[in-house]
């Protein structure tokens, strides 16, 4: 099975430095899968956060499937994320700590068919920060359009 569906949230690394990167499972129900098989699916308001020791992903945007009945999924529920217990040990001290936070990366297809979540700990970045990687975007775009001269 071919990795060709690779939805990046974007602004999570224009808004947060990521410190530390996790490949996650999801827990899905049928027409989700097929909907993100699809492409259809949103990261931009996505976070994660823990409920009796769980670890769930919020706000994750599947679009219904579109040849689904009524068997079809709510499209912002909370789904579970699969780890294991020392990631969730770990990541639940650690998104303890003031100033960090669990944030969705990316979501994708993995080689056997199934759906992974990219999750990082992240630390918030301060406006100059984000001027910074700005700035450092335009002077590789200008580079990358030199280089092509």
């Known amino acids: 099975m071919s990795q060709d569906i690779y939805i990046k949230n974007k602004r999570a690394y224009f808004e947060y430095a990521i410190l530390d990167k996790y490949t996650a499972g999801i827990k899905l ?3 989700e899968i097929k909907s993100i098989r699809e ?7 996505a976070f994660c956060t823990f409920i009796d020791s769980q670890l769930y992903v919020r706000n994750l945007h ?3 499937y579109s040849y689904g009945s009524f068997y079809n999924h709510e499209a912002k529920r909370d789904r579970v994320l699969l780890l294991n217990k020392k990631e ?3 990541l639940q001290t650690r998104g303890e700590e003031k100033g960090l936070t669990i944030v969705p990366l990316a979501l ?5 068919g199934f759906a992974k979540l990219e999750i990082g700990l992240a630390q918030g970045k301060k406006t100059y920060d984000k001027r910074e990687s700005l700035k450092e975007r335009d002077t590789k775009v200008e580079m990358e359009r030199a280089m092509k001269r």
């Open 29 to 31: 129900l049928g027409t």
């Open 39 to 45: 492409g259809k699916a949103n990261l931009n308001d």
């Open 62 to 64: 599947i679009s219904e």
């Open 88 to 90: 969730l040990k770990k």
């Open 108 to 112: 994708f297809i993995s080689e056997r």
